[in-house]
């Protein structure tokens, strides 16, 4: 399977791209405290050209997880670490951004039944490949699938979990079995209904992907329609005003 596609939307991220909630009660109550300082980091270091920022919070995240070793304190910790990897990444930094992002998935793969965990790792997964060899490549794919899969599987009534079938399936050709799934999965996280205390993000790429979507069917109507609907929640969102 081809999944040099996957790469494209997961280099275009912004702040919203990942977000996900373990549904844990520890998890839920460092929502607000933990997610809203990883995303103004990462708008302040990408807009700065540095990792300052990002480089102080994973500092923190990384004590408190030494201290206790939980759900929770890991997967943050592994989300710090993915937006470190994608700003070293945009500064053409590599190195640093691969050996980043491999912690941030070796911190989540013990997160068997963890719908969420399962949903970032196979983002991060997806995303790692750009730095692999050709079979390397091949493996991660694969492993994204699954844990894609598995995610969806272990929760359901999630945006996180659907959104993470959409971008497998839609950056898979044709000829490889894609893009079987990814309107119905992205139609799927549209449903959801948030609980309180969950992450935020996710939400705006689900709208990114269904303009494209439907753009690649040339019904360009309905993908109009999508990006309107988006921009109307999501006014400054970078990925919605570039499809404009």
């Given at each position: 399977?081809?999944?040099?596609?996957?790469?494209?939307?997961?280099?275009?991220?912004?702040?919203?791209?990942?977000?996900?909630?373990?549904?844990?009660?520890?998890?839920?109550?460092?929502?607000?405290?933990?997610?809203?300082?990883?995303?103004?980091?990462?708008?302040?270091?990408?807009?700065?050209?540095?990792?300052?920022?990002?480089?102080?919070?994973?500092?923190?995240?990384?004590?408190?997880?030494?201290?206790?070793?939980?759900?929770?304190?890991?997967?943050?910790?592994?989300?710090?670490?993915?937006?470190?990897?994608?700003?070293?990444?945009?500064?053409?930094?590599?190195?640093?951004?691969?050996?980043?992002?491999?912690?941030?998935?070796?911190?989540l793969?013990?997160?068997?039944?963890d719908?969420?965990?399962?949903a970032?790792m196979?983002?991060?997964?997806?995303?790692?490949?750009?730095?692999?060899?050709?079979?390397?490549?091949?493996?991660?794919?694969?492993?994204?699938?699954?844990?894609?899969?598995?995610?969806?599987?272990?929760?359901?009534?999630?945006?996180?979990?659907?959104?993470a079938?959409?971008?497998?399936?839609?950056?898979?050709?044709?000829?490889?079995?894609?893009?079987?799934?990814?309107?119905?999965?992205?139609?799927?996280?549209?449903?959801?209904?948030?609980?309180?205390?969950?992450p935020t993000?996710?939400?705006?790429?689900?709208?990114?992907?269904?303009?494209?979507?439907?753009?690649?069917?040339?019904?360009?109507?309905?993908?109009?329609?999508?990006?309107?609907?988006?921009?109307?929640?999501?006014?400054?969102?970078?990925?919605?005003?570039?499809?404009?």
């Amino acid at each position: 399977m081809n999944w040099h596609y996957t790469i494209k939307i997961l280099k275009r991220t912004t702040v919203f791209f990942l977000y996900i909630h373990l549904g844990l009660a520890n998890v839920q109550a460092q929502t607000s405290t933990t997610e809203a300082p990883i995303h103004k980091a990462y708008v302040l270091d990408k807009t700065q050209g540095n990792q300052s920022q990002l480089k102080n919070i994973n500092q923190n995240l990384e004590k408190t997880f030494n201290q206790q070793d939980t759900n929770s304190n890991r997967y943050w910790l592994s989300y710090g670490l993915y937006n470190q990897a994608l700003i070293a990444d945009f500064q053409n930094d590599k190195k640093q951004a691969e050996s980043l992002i491999d912690r941030a998935i070796a911190l989540l793969k013990s997160l068997e039944n963890d719908a969420e965990a399962q949903a970032l790792m196979a983002i991060q997964m997806g995303y790692s490949i750009r730095f692999k060899s050709y079979w390397a490549m091949m493996n991660l794919g694969r492993n994204a699938s699954f844990h894609a899969n598995r995610a969806v599987e272990l929760n359901p009534n999630s945006i996180r979990t659907h959104l993470a079938v959409a971008i497998n399936d839609f950056y898979t050709p044709k000829a490889f079995g894609g893009g079987k799934r990814v309107e119905n999965s992205l139609k799927k996280a549209l449903e959801v209904t948030p609980s309180k205390g969950s992450p935020t993000w996710g939400k705006v790429l689900v709208y990114e992907l269904l303009v494209k979507h439907y753009r690649k069917l040339k019904q360009d109507q309905i993908a109009q329609d999508y990006l309107s609907q988006g921009l109307a929640e999501f006014p400054e969102s970078e990925l919605l005003l570039e499809l404009k």
